[in-house]
């Protein structure tokens, strides 16, 4: 019966089962600040067990500058709202700057009310693919510096604790870490495309390095490290440098 069946291309499952969609890997770019943003929510330990704060974070892909951020007792997507709003609102963002904000599918991201919020600011919306973990490498990346980062506590006594450690830390990471990715650049300095600016003050100390001890340098001679030029969602991150004459 069943190669009957076979023959007949009508062995098949006959059950009702739930259809997956296929999901399109996102490939999203960004050639200058405030053209993509990623986002994502954290939560940080209170005192009590099973208690916790919650970390919302907005993050600029191209600078990895922290636009915005927002400690909230709840998760879900009147908060996630306003903290989007709130942000938007800080960093004078409007149509003319052609924003994507990406994120993953939780329930705060997939909200109707979320995505009719992001169309009424006339932003575009991504998300990454189910069960995929590297569609959304920058936040995840952000939130491993912050918790292995000396300011980080394990615990936070309240909401306020929280916002006085977090104030510090993300001070500290936009104004002061030297991001590898950036050129050793910080994310301000390419958040307010400071770049050529930071170049040309390295330049001259570069070649003045150079005129004194020339057996420090490798054979490729005076090499400067700068911003890769194009970042992005699923984007190769290429180390990048150019040559000082």
């Given at each position: 019966m069943y190669r009957i069946l076979?023959?007949?291309?009508?062995?098949k499952e006959r059950r009702n089962q739930r259809r997956h969609p296929?999901?399109?890997k996102p490939v999203i770019s960004a050639i200058r600040p405030n053209q993509l943003w990623s986002w994502d929510i954290t939560r940080l330990a209170g005192t009590v067990k099973g208690q916790?704060?919650?970390?919302?974070?907005?993050i600029d892909v191209f600078s990895r500058y922290v636009v915005g951020w927002m400690i909230s007792h709840e998760e879900n997507s009147e908060r996630a709202q306003h903290f989007i709003r709130e942000?938007?609102?800080?960093q004078q963002i409007d149509e003319t700057n052609e924003l994507?904000?990406?994120?993953d599918r939780g329930s705060p991201m997939t909200a109707r009310n979320t995505i009719e919020l992001l169309a009424v600011l006339g932003l575009?919306?991504?998300f990454l693919r189910p069960r995929v973990s590297d569609d959304n490498p920058f936040s995840e990346a952000q939130f491993k510096t912050l918790k292995y980062h000396r300011f980080f506590k394990p615990f936070y006594d309240s909401v306020d604790d929280a916002k006085k450690m977090m104030t510090e830390f993300f001070?500290?990471?936009?104004k002061e870490h030297r991001h590898i990715n950036l050129g050793l650049m910080t994310p301000e300095m390419v958040h307010q495309e400071k770049i050529d600016e930071v170049i040309e003050t390295r330049s001259v100390v570069l070649r003045e390095?150079?005129?004194?001890?020339p057996g420090s340098f490798s054979k490729r001679g005076r090499r400067l490290a700068v911003p890769q030029q194009e970042v992005g969602i699923n984007i190769p991150v290429k180390r990048q440098s150019i040559c000082v004459l």
């Open positions: 076979d023959d007949a291309k009508e062995l296929a999901y399109v916790h704060y919650y970390l919302y974070v907005m942000t938007v609102r800080s994507t904000i990406h994120s575009a919306q991504s001070e500290w990471y936009n390095a150079f005129r004194k001890y």
